[in-house]
């Protein structure tokens, strides 16, 4: 008898065992799909403008930054509809609004190709101009779509999933941001290696993964929500509520109503707009959130202003390349070595010392690269050196603030919170960028890394002082001291 018990356990165990195997693994399928879309769009458009448009910049770059600009200002905006809505409606709008732009930009690249391939000048100006901005106007809805998918995966359904199965939340953010830098790396050497054979061929690759991910990503995603129904008692608890609070007001309020609504209408555009960055600057989590934000002001990184430099400076396409891959090594191994290294130290602490190894990788090179000014071909591999060592700090840094708001975040206010972020790192990023248009030059690349420094500090200390907050020190004075007089009196 009690062996036919310990069986009937066995078995539920590994049948439980299994369902969140399957969750989990689907939640990463969805994920993946999402995330290889967005990024090989946002790599491959920019090699199609410049390909519709030889000799210039200037398309390419105005495209880049209409992006960055609308996920700069409208990015918290949609972070009420996150925190509000059915999460599955939130997920399968992202997915539809993510495709639809890709899409249509790919018909509309291809267009343009075909176009300039049977007419040696072209489309009209007017009428390319036109197509440009849909593009542009495209893009930008894309960025959007993509915001939203990824606050609400990452920042919410992660918590409400590992809470639900009972699973090492660290470890779920960990295996997401995996899949985050590994379509980082992969998406545009799949899509280059393409567009090097041709790049019509490489717009409709992406037009059909784009089309046909879609199925798959939307059913992953909706087998997710049926394994757990915790993602769905917030709209449930929502509804209920919304429900009582209409008879209650009804009953109350009578003929006051239509006068209330209409005073409410000119202000509440304008609180809605405020609610998402108050409830950001209010969080107990907006320092170390800051603090990560202010590292995305950096050309310490190998990013476009670094692949500029060093190709500008007699550095090939492969050695760049493996210069790159060297950095997303060193970003993956962060997301290995940090779970372990919060779960020992905690989160603030691991933070902090992620941090201060960012700080102390990226000081010595940038000095180096001061230093070695005069001789680029030994300057660069220096100042690499430092960034691909730095972004063992930076990745776990990150994986630690994530896990410090979605601690603090309140479950209704996630959604305004991540998206207010996700705001905050795309005006510092346009920063970086501004300050690389300010000094184009390669001998001037001096200035934009020593600002990226600067900025890579003034985040540590912010980190630092919500350390202190929370913590009320920084170091155990009391445990160093006593270290030092157990060393004597051994001495003695």
Request: charged share 15%; hydrophobic share 45%; glycine share 4%.
């Amino acid at each position: 008898m009690d062996g036919m018990v310990d069986r009937f356990d066995d078995d539920a165990l590994s049948h439980r065992e299994h369902s969140v195997s399957t969750t989990t693994r689907r939640l990463y399928v969805s994920h993946f799909l999402s995330v290889w879309n967005s990024r090989a769009f946002e790599f491959g458009a920019i090699l199609f403008i410049i390909s519709i448009t030889p000799g210039t910049l200037f398309y390419s770059s105005v495209y880049a930054l209409v992006r960055a600009f609308a996920a700069t200002v409208l990015s918290s905006k949609i972070g009420s509809y996150i925190d509000h809505s059915n999460r599955l409606v939130v997920i399968r709008a992202s997915i539809i609004w993510q495709r639809i732009p890709v899409a249509t930009s790919c018909a509309i690249f291809g267009l343009l190709m075909i176009t300039n391939s049977n007419n040696d000048h072209g489309l009209p100006r007017l009428l390319f101009g036109v197509c440009f901005s849909i593009t542009v106007l495209l893009a930008c809805v894309e960025k959007l779509a993509s915001i939203a998918n990824t606050v609400a995966i990452e920042r919410d359904w992660a918590i409400v999933i590992a809470t639900s199965l009972d699973i090492d939340r660290a470890q779920l953010n960990a295996a997401m941001r995996r899949i985050d830098l590994f379509c980082k790396l992969a998406a545009p050497v799949f899509i280059s290696l393409i567009q090097a054979y041709s790049t019509l061929i490489s717009v409709l690759v992406l037009l059909g993964l784009t089309t046909c991910s879609v199925l798959a990503e939307y059913i992953a995603i909706a087998r997710v929500y049926s394994a757990v129904p915790e993602l769905a008692v917030r709209a449930q608890q929502r509804d209920d509520s919304l429900g009582q609070t209409v008879e209650l007001e009804e009953a109350s309020e009578g003929a006051t109503r239509s006068s209330q609504q209409q005073h409410q209408k000119g202000t509440s555009h304008r609180s809605n707009c405020l609610s998402a960055w108050k409830t950001y600057t209010h969080s107990p989590a907006f320092l170390p959130s800051f603090s990560l934000s202010l590292l995305y002001l950096t050309v310490l990184s190998t990013a476009s202003q670094w692949q500029a430099y060093m190709l500008s400076n007699g550095f090939d396409a492969v050695s760049v390349s493996l210069f790159r891959f060297a950095a997303v090594i060193s970003e993956l191994l962060a997301t290995c070595l940090a779970p372990p290294l919060m779960k020992h130290l905690g989160d603030v602490r691991a933070g902090l010392w992620s941090i201060n190894f960012q700080v102390l990788s990226l000081t010595g090179a940038v000095f180096a690269f001061a230093l070695l000014q005069s001789t680029p071909g030994r300057a660069g591999p220096a100042l690499t050196a430092g960034i691909i060592l730095s972004r063992l700090g930076l990745w776990a840094v990150d994986l630690a603030v994530q896990d410090i708001v979605q601690e603090a975040t309140a479950e209704d206010k996630r959604g305004e919170f991540s998206t207010s972020e996700q705001a905050l790192q795309n005006f510092f990023e346009l920063l970086a960028f501004t300050s690389t248009v300010i000094f184009p030059q390669p001998k001037d690349f001096l200035i934009p890394v020593f600002i990226s420094l600067g900025a890579v500090i003034t985040g540590a200390a912010c980190f630092a002082a919500y350390v202190r907050r929370e913590r009320g020190h920084l170091i155990h004075i009391s445990k160093c001291l006593k270290g030092s007089q157990d060393y004597q009196e051994i001495m003695q």
